[in-house]
């Protein structure tokens, strides 16, 4: 699962991201339309089907009301629950579903999500997610709700068949050894915008070393980067570059079996070097990684 690329403090985004991604995609899975139901707002809701359809004389208002929508979504919700589905739905979700842009005006926000990439059938076939869709938000007692959206949209190469390459992905012909660990041996990066952190480490914001083992120290290093990235509204799956530092690389099994906890197809590049680290430090971590 993605955590939210927003950080809890950004209480606009932070929300809106945990409404249209989280909860949607939970809801979703599970088939239950009670854990979003107080998303929408009933009055004036409208929803446009754009059928993926470049020319907008072809869409068509197909849910005129939240009732109509509800009716589709528990039936597609249905429909993907009798599918056998050839990998973890939930985690396919997720790892398709971008949310990063918002703008906001006041009580209302418009809301730019876009979905890159497959989902694998049981049987090897695939289902491919390239659309997009405006949600329209507004601020109701507090809290973000969703007024109406505009769905199904294509993307901006104007073609399905033809989707605009994923942010980063492994050539076809890309090969390995068998030994090979947690990393992808080459990635082609379509340029968006680039975000480099500094190599983190197992430190707290006082600047104490935390962890006296390698798996301690990783798994903290991992999340010093995981927050490092949010703030730039990124998250460990838009990383497509990482260089370790170790001081002992006989610790390479034990930070690889926590390392490759953290990551999910196509995994970063990687390089590995041993090398003298300050006070306790175990392991250092810098990170490449590129937003859309």
Partial sequence: MKINPFPSHNIDHHSIWEMLVYRDIKAFVASDWSMIADDFIEEGFMGIDAGKNENPDAWNLNFPNLESYKIEWLEQAKQSRETEWGEDLEAALFRNTILRDIEFRGDSAL????????????????????????????????SWKISGFCGYLPHYSGSVTSPPLPLMHIPENAVQHKTAGPYSPVLAVNPGQ?????????????????????????AHTLENCRRQLAVAGCTLDDVFKATIYLKDLSDWPRFNAVYCNYFSEPLPVRTAVETGLLSKLLVEIEMWAVTS
């Fill in 194 to 218: 680039l975000v480099v952190i500094s190599g983190q480490a197992a430190i707290d914001m006082e600047g104490n070393v935390i962890g006296d083992t390698i798996e301690e120290q990783t």
């Fill in 111 to 142: 809301v730019h999500k876009k979905f890159f990439g497959h989902i694998t059938k049981a049987d090897g076939s695939t289902v491919h997610t390239f659309w997009q869709t405006l949600y329209r938000c507004r601020m109701i007692d507090g």
